[in-house]
């Protein structure tokens, strides 16, 4: 059932649109991602879910309800961690965490949720004293702290070294099993492919794909890459002819072939019929990374 | 000031409530905006009724002397420096660093942060002036306001004008940066209207008739005439209403919440 739904949203400033035209429903229990390049409208997008700013065409529901003109309603039910918002810089890690759990009629322990985020030792300290990572961490402590049933998470890791970064993760896989709804703005590959259950990528403000992140892994153009430095020339046409290849570089005897499944193994006959050795072979499957070079560089060029 | 603990678990305080105890605490913690709103204006009425020609009835007053004028001046630079010097550049901060956006994603409205922050500098503003009142009497033996009602109506509703004017600061600046500055000239034109440089009694005729229209020349006249036992003038009382409804419309329709 989805919980969160998108439909045909319009947003433009001054003329330019921001949004045109996104729509994807998100399911109830599922981490969905949106993951785009810098500008491409995602902020926008969960801005309108958020009923912060109003579309200027289409419909956005959570739970049924509109963002907007059910406003109070929806903020009961949704947390959100906002791009680059701060608090008052005298308040304490305390004071926020209790002014805001006052917010909501049945709010989550904020102590405990203070540990899980590793900010138990900072409740005296005041906002502005604290460091980015420990910013980012209270902002995602006050989006749970409702107790929501969705929550909104923009640029979650932004800001966070590696061991934070994976500590939050863990706690978003946390919180979805605990049967809420996650929507994540990233532009990180590796979050995404680790959290999400599905992306949708979005560019120019489109949604130009819309899958699970190997889905959209396998469908990049060039799933697979082979490379390997062979301990004779190979003939150049032979190469070509490879089945699956869509591209074949050679660079200072290194060969490098993007292809299929189907492209090692003829690769591998092709060198033992030639009786090749073939140094440093390295068979290396796409990431999110080129499925999303591709998807978007697909539509820059369209 | 603050500790390692939490404070512990009392019973859940209602939304508003919570706001209001939140910048409160807040507030207590801005030496800068305490010492310029409840220190300041007693300091100068102060300053002032040290200097010893400042103590001597003058006939040109009517018989009161200088010092007696400075009482109801000092009164309305507390709210100056309340409404006008404090207040603005803590609301624009927490529209520009989205504190106000942070909040409208919560089921309490960002409004309940400025209704808090409106009202904590309504209530120090006051109690700055009970206590310039309180020194003038106690230290220079000025006589407290002869109308009291009278007095307490004028003081409402000059709170009521320089709070509005400082919100409608904050609604046509963008940035701290521009309400400090506006704010900075606004502050001088208002001391001015006050008569904190010339009390407003002893203005040149024109000069008084202008600085009469003006939310603080106003306020300055009304509080003088309730001050010597008379009733402030329904003109005055008028002119300070006027632009409290005014200036709090304005910023009202023009505040930007991001």
């Given at each position: 059932?989805?919980?969160?739904?998108?439909?045909?949203?319009?947003?433009?400033?001054?003329?330019?649109?921001?949004?045109?035209?996104?729509?994807?429903?998100?399911?109830?229990?599922?981490?969905?991602?949106?993951?785009?390049?810098?500008?491409?409208?995602?902020?926008?997008?969960?801005?309108?879910?958020?009923?912060?700013?109003?579309?200027?065409?289409?419909?956005?529901?959570?739970?049924?309800?509109?963002?907007?003109?059910?406003?109070?309603?929806?903020?009961?039910?949704?947390?959100?961690?906002?791009?680059?918002?701060?608090?008052?810089?005298?308040?304490?890690?305390?004071?926020?965490?209790?002014?805001?759990?006052?917010?909501?009629?049945?709010?989550?322990?904020?102590?405990?949720?203070?540990?899980?985020?590793?900010?138990?030792?900072?409740?005296?300290?005041?906002?502005?004293?604290?460091?980015?990572?420990?910013?980012?961490?209270?902002?995602?402590?006050?989006?749970?702290?409702?107790?929501?049933?969705?929550?909104?998470?923009?640029?979650?890791?932004?800001?966070?070294?590696?061991?934070?970064?994976?500590?939050?993760?863990?706690?978003?896989?946390?919180?979805?099993?605990?049967?809420?709804?996650?929507?994540?703005?990233?532009?990180?590959?590796?979050?995404?492919?680790?959290?999400?259950?599905?992306?949708?990528?979005?560019?120019?403000?489109?949604?130009?794909?819309?899958?699970?992140?190997?889905?959209?892994?396998?469908?990049?153009?060039?799933?697979?890459?082979?490379?390997?430095?062979?301990?004779?020339?190979?003939?150049?046409?032979?190469?070509?002819?490879?089945?699956?290849?869509?591209?074949?570089?050679?660079?200072?005897?290194?060969?490098?072939?993007?292809?299929?499944?189907?492209?090692?193994?003829?690769?591998?006959?092709?060198?033992?019929?030639?009786?090749?050795?073939?140094?440093?072979?390295?068979?290396t499957e796409a990431t999110l990374d080129d499925a999303f070079l591709d998807l978007t560089e697909a539509e820059q060029a369209a | 000031m603050t500790t390692a603990t939490p404070a512990r678990t009392t019973a859940t305080p209602t939304p508003w409530a919570a706001v209001l105890r939140a910048e409160t605490r807040l507030f207590l913690r801005e030496p800068g905006g305490l010492f310029w709103i409840l220190v300041f204006p007693s300091a100068l009425l102060t300053i002032l009724g040290l200097i010893p020609s400042f103590r001597d009835p003058d006939d040109a007053l009517g018989g009161r002397r200088v010092i007696d004028l400075y009482v109801p001046v000092s009164v309305l630079l507390a709210m100056i420096m309340a409404g006008i010097g404090a207040m603005p550049p803590i609301l624009t901060g927490y529209r520009e660093r989205g504190i106000l956006r942070r909040m409208s994603t919560t089921p309490v409205p960002p409004s309940a942060l400025l209704t808090a922050q409106i009202a904590l500098h309504g209530a120090a503003a006051l109690g700055s002036a009970a206590l310039v009142m309180t020194v003038g009497r106690a230290v220079f033996g000025v006589r407290l306001p002869g109308q009291p009602f009278g007095y307490v109506l004028a003081l409402l509703l000059a709170t009521a004008s320089v709070l509005g004017l400082g919100a409608l600061l904050c609604a046509l600046s963008r940035t701290t940066k521009a309400s400090s500055a506006i704010g900075t000239v606004a502050n001088l034109v208002m001391m001015f209207t006050a008569g904190v440089w010339i009390p407003v009694q002893t203005m040149p005729e024109t000069l008084r008739r202008i600085v009469e229209v003006t939310p603080f020349g106003a306020a300055s006249q009304a509080l003088d005439r309730a001050a010597s036992g008379g009733w402030p003038g329904w003109v005055q009382l008028g002119v300070m209403a006027l632009w409290a409804a005014v200036v709090t419309g304005l910023a009202t329709r023009l505040f930007r919440w991001e």
């Open positions: 059932m989805a919980i969160i739904e998108v439909n045909g949203v319009h947003k433009a400033y001054a003329g330019r649109p921001a949004v045109d035209g996104v729509s994807f429903a998100v399911d109830e229990g599922e981490i969905f991602g949106i993951l785009g390049p810098n500008g491409a409208g995602k902020t926008t997008t969960v801005e309108c879910v958020e009923g912060l700013r109003v579309p200027d065409a289409g419909t956005v529901r959570v739970a049924g309800l509109d963002p907007v003109a059910d406003h109070d309603r929806v903020t009961r039910l949704l947390g959100a961690q906002l791009q680059e918002s701060e608090l008052q810089p005298k308040i304490t890690v305390a004071e926020a965490l209790e002014l805001y759990s006052a917010f909501y009629p049945d709010p989550a322990d904020w102590r405990a949720l203070a540990e899980r985020l590793g900010l138990h030792t900072k409740y005296g300290t005041r906002f502005a004293k604290l460091s980015g990572g420990q910013k980012q961490r209270l902002s995602i402590a006050l989006a749970l702290v409702g107790n929501p049933k969705v929550v909104i998470l923009d640029e979650l890791t932004t800001g966070l070294d590696p061991r934070a970064r994976r500590d939050t993760w863990k706690l978003i896989e946390d919180v979805r099993d605990s049967g809420v709804t996650v929507l994540l703005v990233t532009h990180f590959m590796e979050e995404a492919s680790r959290l999400c259950d599905r992306v949708a990528v979005i560019d120019k403000g489109k949604v130009v794909a819309l899958d699970t992140p190997s889905g959209l892994v396998s469908r990049a153009g060039s799933a697979t890459v082979i490379s390997f430095t062979p301990s004779q020339p190979l003939d150049e046409t032979e190469l070509d002819q490879l089945p699956g290849a869509v591209s074949v570089e050679q660079n200072g005897g290194r060969i490098v072939i993007n292809g299929t499944d189907e492209t090692v193994n003829a690769v591998i006959s092709l060198l033992a019929r030639h009786r090749i050795t073939a140094h440093q072979l390295r068979v | -």
